[in-house]
């Protein structure tokens, strides 16, 4: 698989990263647990060697399943991205966001011993703390760079001018930000910034939480959010277009939508969530897509930036993301 590099001096990664939340939604599950063991160890076979989790993901679960994954070897191979300051109660409702300083140290010395490392190779804020400084936040990551305990930092959902004066403190290799044809917020001055830095661009929800794969009709965990919801009939309209580009190129929706977020830079990495090994293929297929200027034109045609209805979160989620302000 083709590699590519999280900023100028960040890790060199695959194209396709694999999103592992997924793996720990919902209730506790053995079966579960096993199928995400086996999409893990899929994926590092198949070339995805840059692994994403949170802390919070199931309350750590995630990164403990990250732990029985990785098997002898992998882990000298493998890009662990993980992300702290997300607060959940134990029935795993959302608090808040938590990037002070002591917390930061504390959060990775729990990571570290969940996942069985001794270091973290890309270590970001889940989002931006309002109550803290970005400068102290990525301050008290750099000492852990110096410490050993983290390679690099990266950053989640910041806007240009926090993105700045975090770069000013400690190089950031990426940023961590919805990037998809229904989400292309990033493009107003967010990507123009990461460039002039030397960021690199790890895009999530790159599915649009499941409206791009071509399969969603409505309901599930998403069903709540404005796009699945009073939105849904306009947006699968949106789909049916894209699914006829797709169509003429022996694709599936979900490959063609990957395959244009990777041709939208060599800068630009896809995050793929997925919780069964079957999922694996799939993602291979899209980073193999080449997709020419005349596909990207009619991509375009089909999917014109801000064709796509309602917002990516209601009103209070979205107030909290500073890419949005």
């Not at 590519?4 to 079966?31: F, K, N, Q, W």
């Not at 699914?243 to 599936?252: N, S, Y």
Request: net charge negative; with cysteine.
């Amino acid at each position: 698989m083709e590699k590519r590099r999280l900023g100028t001096e960040g890790p060199l990664v695959p194209s396709i990263g694999l999103g592992c939340g997924p793996m720990s939604a919902g209730t506790p599950d053995p079966a579960r647990d096993e199928n995400g063991v086996a999409t893990i160890r899929a994926a590092i076979d198949a070339g995805i060697t840059l692994v994403d989790t949170g802390d919070f993901y199931g309350n750590g679960h995630n990164e403990w399943l990250i732990r029985r994954a990785l098997r002898d070897g992998d882990r000298d191979r493998v890009v662990i991205s993980d992300k702290f300051g997300g607060l959940r109660d134990p029935a795993g409702r959302f608090l808040g966001i938590d990037a002070r300083p002591a917390h930061v140290k504390s959060a990775l010395a729990y990571s570290l011993q969940r996942l069985g490392v001794d270091h973290v190779d890309v270590y970001r804020p889940a989002r931006l703390d309002p109550a803290v400084p970005i400068e102290d936040t990525v301050g008290a990551v750099a000492e852990m760079v110096e410490a050993g305990w983290v390679r690099h930092i990266g950053l989640s959902e910041v806007g240009a001018d926090t993105l700045r004066r975090a770069n000013a403190v400690h190089p950031i290799a990426d940023l961590q930000i919805e990037y998809s044809l229904f989400s292309r917020g990033v493009e107003r001055s967010i990507l123009a910034t990461c460039r002039e830095l030397g960021v690199g661009v790890t895009a999530y929800g790159v599915l649009a939480q499941g409206l791009l794969t071509g399969a969603y009709a409505g309901g599930g965990e998403v069903g709540h959010l404005p796009r699945h919801g009073e939105h849904l009939a306009a947006n699968l309209a949106l789909v049916d277009r894209l699914r006829a580009v797709a169509d003429a190129r022996g694709a599936t929706v979900a490959q063609l939508a990957v395959a244009w977020v990777l041709a939208q830079g060599d800068d630009v990495v896809a995050l793929v969530g997925a919780s069964r090994p079957g999922r694996v293929a799939d993602a291979v297929a899209a980073a193999d897509l080449v997709l020419t200027d005349a596909d990207l034109a009619a991509i375009e045609e089909a999917v014109p930036a801000g064709a796509v209805a309602g917002e990516r979160y209601a009103a209070p989620l979205m107030a909290m993301l500073d890419s949005e302000r």
